[in-house]
């Protein structure tokens, strides 16, 4: 098992930009996927990005292809979320999330399939 830690939520107007960290407790992470995910008031947790680690690759939800980018800095062992053009909808607690060792792609996009996940980071996007 291991921890997961996410940084980087705040406050923004909308149009604005943010960038989410998530280090995890075990170094180097690899032969997972990891995603982020978030979750607003009374609304249900909503997967927004997956990355193969092994693989190199990422995908998408519809509501933020375009906006938000999913990296993994290989030397820091961070994985991050830059979201841009940030829209009031985007408030949520934001989630980092990583599966047990998986192979192949795609990621799983459901939080069932996702075993360790971080406490969250609060993102609010407010004029």
């Known amino acids: 098992a291991f921890d997961l830690m996410e940084s980087g939520g705040s406050s923004v107007q909308p149009g604005g930009s943010l960038r989410l960290s998530c280090a995890p407790s075990?170094?180097?992470?690899?032969?997972?996927?990891m995603g982020w995910f978030r979750q607003a008031p009374g609304k249900e947790r909503e997967g927004l990005a997956t990355?193969?680690?092994?693989?190199?690759?990422?995908h998408y939800a519809e509501s933020v292809r375009g906006r938000f980018t999913i990296s993994l800095d290989n030397a820091k062992n961070t994985l991050y979320l830059q979201m841009n053009s940030l829209k009031s909808d985007d408030s949520a607690m934001y989630y980092c999330?990583?599966?047990?060792?998986?192979?192949?792609?795609?990621?799983?996009?459901?939080?069932?399939?996702?075993?360790?996940w971080g406490q969250g980071t609060q993102v609010t996007v407010s004029s």
């Open positions: 990355f193969y680690i092994e693989g190199n690759t990422a």
């Open positions: 075990i170094n180097p992470i690899r032969s997972r996927c």
């Open positions: 999330a990583a599966t047990a060792p998986w192979y192949g792609t795609p990621c799983p996009t459901l939080e069932v399939d996702y075993r360790y």
